[in-house]
C-alpha cells in the first residue's frame, strides 16, 4: 500500500499510539480515533485504505459499532491488534481482509500485511 490512509481504533492513547508507533519511518498517512463515535464519523466522511483496531474498542458490548463496522469495512482491509486478537474470530465478518495480530506485536508482520495490500 502505497502512501494509504489508515485510521487506527482504540480506547485509549496508550494502546492507540503503541500501535502507530510501529508505523513510524513508513509513509502512511494516519488518522487516530479514540472513541466509537470518533471512529464513525471519521468513517462516515473519509474513504481509508487500512483500518487497525485494537481489541479493547472491540470488548464493548456495543452491537451497534460492530455492526456499523462490518457495514463500512466490507472492502476495506483491517488489522485487529491486541492481547486476543487472534482468538477473536468474530473479526472475520467485519472485512474480507483481516490481519490479527497479537502483543507483543511483530512490526514485520504488520508491515509485510500493510505492503501486501
Request: glycine share 4%.
Amino acid at each position: 500500500m502505497e502512501r494509504g490512509r489508515i485510521l487506527i481504533l482504540g480506547n485509549s492513547k496508550e494502546s492507540t499510539y503503541e500501535i502507530r508507533s510501529l508505523l513510524d519511518n513508513k509513509r502512511f498517512e494516519v488518522e487516530i480515533a479514540l472513541s466509537p463515535e470518533v471512529g464513525k464519523a471519521v468513517l462516515s466522511t473519509r474513504q481509508m485504505s487500512l483500518v487497525m483496531v485494537h481489541t479493547e474498542m472491540l470488548k464493548q458490548e456495543d452491537l451497534d459499532f460492530m455492526s456499523f463496522l462490518k457495514d463500512r469495512l466490507e472492502r476495506t482491509p483491517l488489522a485487529v491488534l491486541g492481547e486476543e486478537a487472534t482468538s477473536r474470530e468474530d473479526v472475520l465478518t467485519l472485512s474480507t481482509d483481516v490481519g490479527r495480530f497479537n502483543k507483543p506485536y511483530q512490526s514485520e508482520d504488520l508491515i509485510t500485511f500493510i505492503e501486501s495490500l
